[in-house]
Antibody, heavy 118, light 112 residues
Framework: EVQLVESGGGQVQPGGSLRLSCAAS????????MNWVRQAPGKGLEWVSS????????NYADSVKGRFTISRDNAENSLYLQMNSLRAEDTAVYYC???????????WGQGTLVTVSS | DIVMTQTPLSSPVTLGQPASISCKSS???????????LTWLQQRPGQPPRLLIY???NRFSGVPDKFSGSGAGTDFTLKITRVEPEDVGIYYC?????????FGQGTKLEIK
């Protein structure tokens, strides 16, 4: 069974930093590109970032480019999102999501809430 | 970026009756490889999204056949043949033809 478990969320002040983690199990992690997608409270879904299997390519939404960094550790079956210079508008549930070659995204974690507030 | 527009944004449906959601993209979703990467997701209250349909009309593993997808180019539709209580939630279309992946605003399906 595919499982994606996010951690690292919490409350942080504007301008602060946070590092999210996603522990993957139930599949060969190194064989899949991965994504982060976020959802602000009561709002829709916004793709944030993706990373290829060997970390060769990483893509970012314009809204986070230069502030967020995606990375992965295939030996540890883990995905990360380093978030710097956080803003109030970054407040959201952040989902770790597995890439699918024809669906875009097939499996989603339960999410971790990030609140940026003073 | 490709803009995805869903209608309606809210859909009150009587139990046992069908439901239909439309999704239009701002440009063709046909990829250079010939595939159309249009996906439908369901998000039940308090839950993460769940994949229902991919490449327009393919049901994902475990998705009941009451869900079906159709369309081409820029116009797509999700249909539910007979709405049941467990179908309540928000439905999103998503395009994976081009990065960044983009989503429709969501359609809230509720029981009348």
């Amino acid at each position: 069974e595919v499982q994606l478990v996010e951690s690292g969320g919490g409350q942080v002040q504007p301008g602060g930093s946070l590092r999210l983690s996603c522990a993957a199990s139930g599949f060969t992690f190194a064989g899949y590109s991965m994504n982060w997608v976020r959802q602000a409270p009561g709002k829709g879904l916004e793709w944030v970032s993706s990373i290829t299997t060997s970390s060769f390519y990483a893509n970012y939404a314009d809204s986070v480019k230069g502030r967020f960094t995606i990375s992965r550790d295939n030996a540890e079956n883990s995905l990360y999102l380093q978030m710097n210079s956080l803003r109030a508008e970054d407040t959201a549930v952040y989902y770790c999501a597995r890439d699918h070659d024809t669906a875009g995204i097939d499996y989603w974690g339960q999410g971790t809430l990030v609140t940026v507030s003073s | 970026d490709i803009v995805m527009t869903q209608t309606p944004l809210s859909s009150p449906v009587t139990l046992g009756q069908p439901a239909s959601i439309s999704c239009k993209s701002s440009q063709s979703l046909v990829h250079s490889d010939g595939n159309t990467y249009l996906t439908w997701l369901q998000q039940r209250p308090g839950q993460p999204p769940r994949l229902l349909i991919y490449t327009i009309s393919n049901r994902f593993s475990g998705v009941p056949d009451k869900f079906s997808g159709s369309g081409a180019g820029t116009d797509f539709t999700l249909k539910i043949t007979r709405v049941e209580p467990e179908d309540v939630g928000i439905y999103y279309c998503m395009q994976a033809t081009q990065v960044p992946y983009t989503f429709g605003q969501g359609t809230k399906l509720e029981i009348k």
